[in-house]
């Protein structure tokens, strides 16, 4: 036994260089191998990959935007940040939508592709309809003067008629008829301004 190991430090004395080659070529073609068989997986995810994701080698975008809920609007009163005047109330309140300015049954449109999921009308808010577009997305249109006709569950296309223009909502009637429209986005309000074109702000 003793002989072997003798031995044995002898040749790898010997062969010490050749060894150490030996091992070099060794890890260099299993990292070729690995970086070979990586690609192959690459190859294959991209060949599963839906036709409709893919637009040569960039994704499709992914943007949304919205029409204007009423057309050529007296004026348009703006998302605020902070706390605002409510005449109406005589108070100061936070107001988190978009109010659209125009005559009193002045057609009111479906900004985005959706589903009704809900009809309300309330003594205090007026008639409201809200819009679920997928993915958390959620428009809401306020102070309509009617909205019997969009049963909850209607798919409504972009540019569809949803509703009118009026003053059912009793907290912002000293304002006159109007549209107040607001963005949901993951259960949070948010500045509807995010998915208006630059021409439509």
């Given amino acids: 036994m003793r002989k072997f190991s003798v031995r044995l430090s002898n040749f790898i004395k010997r ?6 080659l030996i091992l070099c ?9 690995f970086m070979v068989l990586n690609n192959i997986q690459s190859d294959d995810l991209t060949v599963d990959a839906p036709l409709d994701d893919v637009v040569g080698e960039t994704q499709k975008p992914s943007v949304i935007y ?9 004026s348009v009163d703006s998302y605020a940040y902070t706390m ?11 107001h988190v939508g978009i109010d659209y300015f125009a005559d009193e049954g002045t057609p009111v449109k479906a ?17 409201t309809v809200t819009i679920d577009h997928g ?16 049963p909850v569950g209607k798919s409504v296309k972009t540019g569809d008629t949803i509703g009118h223009v009026s003053v059912s909502n009793r907290t912002e009637y000293k304002r ?14 948010i500045d509807p301004e995010k998915y208006f074109q630059e021409e439509n702000k």
């Fill in 66 to 74: 919205f029409i204007m809920p009423v057309e050529n609007p007296v």
């Fill in 84 to 94: 605002v005047w409510n005449e109406t109330m005589n108070r100061y309140t936070a």
């Fill in 135 to 150: 993915n958390g997305l959620k428009t809401i249109y306020n102070s309509l003067q009617d909205a019997d006709f969009i």
């Fill in 25 to 33: 070529v060794m890890a260099v073609g299993l990292s070729a191998t």
């Fill in 176 to 189: 006159g008829a109007h549209l107040h429209f607001e963005v949901s986005e993951n259960g949070e309000t």
């Fill in 15 to 20: 062969n010490a260089l050749y060894l150490i």
């Fill in 111 to 127: 900004v985005y592709d959706g589903i009704v999921e809900s009809v309300e009308t309330d003594l205090i808010k007026g008639v």
